[in-house]
């Protein structure tokens, strides 16, 4: 069977909202107009990786054994994957590097009822249409709605992986039904933050920092917090997690850790904000880092498990 767009949407994960593309293909956006707008006035690096397919997934509990759909590329960044994942277990990885701007793809999978993930790339925007499966889905169940917010981290630079950027890993573990808004070079800038009209997240996580460690005050992490309680209240429940550790240090480790410090000195203002020291989830080795800044692969697995300890400790979840 072949799902038209609007059906398409009831499996597309991680989207604020939508829209078809010339050609009919269509595309899912994690900002609203208005901060895309922003983002566009801002920086045009900005502004191209706001629009890209962080943390989106398709998703699927079916008989299936066969799902193809048409995609095309509208921008690139970094070459990471298309990847399908079974119960989990990654099934299936198109480079993006090894594909067409244009085409169409297909993933096999074994008999049986399954979940099926479809992740899309995190430093690129693709979209997509005539998604074609040969036994019926249904959307699978998540729990707890949370907006991620950080930098190019939390997009995905770094693991050249759609499924193993830290989020996703952590994600395929908690299940959250998540927005990502981490984009590549963003910093604490109150200005993002915006009310996204008939979106309400139960939780936030917030990942920033590294891109401003040497500012000489604090006032921009200052503003940030200010204005997400201004929209969200005090009473949603926000983790920080404090920038990693980095090898380049092209401020020093101790500017950096002085920056965490006042960044947790900030967030204990806040009955509402838990702290995650970030220099506790990836080993301070080049080997878990792609440029020993953006976590590899291998680091961004052990960051994604470490937060997730993380999470489940704060929040209280179980299981």
């Avoid at 597309?12 to 208005?34: N, W």
């Avoid at 050249?160 to 981490?182: C, E, H, K, P, W």
């Avoid at 000489?216 to 005090?234: A, F, S």
């Avoid at 590899?296 to 697995?301: M, P, Q, S, V, W």
């Amino acid at each position: 069977m072949r799902l038209s767009n609007e059906e398409l949407k009831k499996f597309y994960f991680g989207a604020y909202s939508f829209k078809e593309t010339a050609g009919d293909y269509l595309q899912a956006f994690q900002y609203t107009d208005s901060q895309m707008e922003y983002f566009k006035e801002a920086s045009d690096f900005w502004y191209d990786r706001c629009m890209a397919s962080t943390s989106k997934t398709l998703e699927f509990v079916t008989e299936s054994t066969k799902i193809s759909f048409d995609y095309k590329f509208i921008w690139k960044g970094s070459e990471d994957s298309i990847e399908s994942t079974v119960d989990g277990l990654v099934t299936k990885i198109f480079y993006v590097k090894d594909i067409k701007e244009e085409g169409s793809l297909t993933f096999d999978f074994p008999k049986g009822k399954k979940n099926v993930a479809i992740y899309l790339p995190a430093d690129a925007t693709l979209v997509i249409k005539n998604l074609e499966m040969d036994e019926s889905a249904v959307p699978p169940s998540k729990s707890t709605k949370v907006l991620w917010l950080g930098d190019s981290i939390t997009q995905g630079f770094g693991p050249l992986r759609s499924s193993q950027t830290y989020v996703s890993v952590a994600n395929r573990l908690l299940n959250f039904d998540i927005i990502n808004q981490g984009i590549g070079g963003y910093v604490y800038d109150k200005k993002s933050l915006v009310k996204m009209e008939g979106y309400n997240p139960e939780k936030i996580i917030v990942a920033l920092g590294t891109n401003q460690y040497g500012a000489e005050t604090m006032q921009d992490v200052e503003e940030y917090y200010e204005r997400l309680m201004e929209i969200y209240g005090d009473k949603i429940p926000v983790i920080c997690v404090t920038p990693l550790w980095r090898g380049d240090n092209p401020g020093g480790i101790p500017t950096l850790e002085r920056f965490c410090e006042n960044i947790k000195r900030i967030c204990q203002k806040y009955g509402n904000v838990k702290i995650v020291d970030g220099f506790k989830l990836v080993p301070h080795l080049p080997e878990y880092f792609l440029d020993n800044l953006h976590p590899n692969a291998l680091g961004c697995e052990v960051y994604g498990r470490n937060l997730f300890c993380e999470i489940k400790k704060l929040w209280g979840i179980k299981g």
